[in-house]
């Protein structure tokens, strides 16, 4: 297990990446990249592309979502959609850039292959 966010989870979340292969998306999530800006103590960057986690930030990404770890780490935790929208309204995530894509997360279904993958990093994560 690696604790999430640190460089050993980004390191087990890009090999599980090249492991899932493709991940036969529906159009509205193999195209979207968007960038996440992790605030807080240690704040970190990532990026959500083609329904595939990375370190950083990337240059073609339609949005950025600012929101703190802690939030983070319940919404992905809980796995309910609920948290994120609660958290939005509470202004805990922010989000600079085109949101209508953003907004696309929460009513697009996810792949069986993108649910393993995500499945995957849930199993190495501590939280």
């Known amino acids: ?35 996440v800006s992790i605030t807080g103590d240690d704040p970190k960057e990532l990026h959500l592309d083609a329904g595939k986690l990375g370190q950083h930030h990337v240059n073609n990404a339609v949005s950025t979502i600012n929101i703190d770890s802690d939030t983070l780490a319940q919404i992905i935790s809980d796995k309910d959609v609920n948290v994120a929208l609660e958290a939005f309204m509470m202004g805990k995530i922010r989000i600079d850039g085109d949101m209508s894509a953003v907004m696309a997360l929460q009513s697009t279904k996810p792949s069986p292959e993108q649910k393993a993958l995500y499945k995957e990093i849930l199993g190495v994560t501590e939280f």
Do not use: H
């Not at 640190?6 to 195209?31: I, R």
């Open 1 to 35: 297990m690696a604790k999430f966010l640190s460089q050993a989870w980004f390191d087990e979340v890009q090999t599980l990446n090249v492991k899932a292969g493709e991940l036969n998306l529906p159009p509205s999530l193999a195209e979207l990249v968007v960038n």
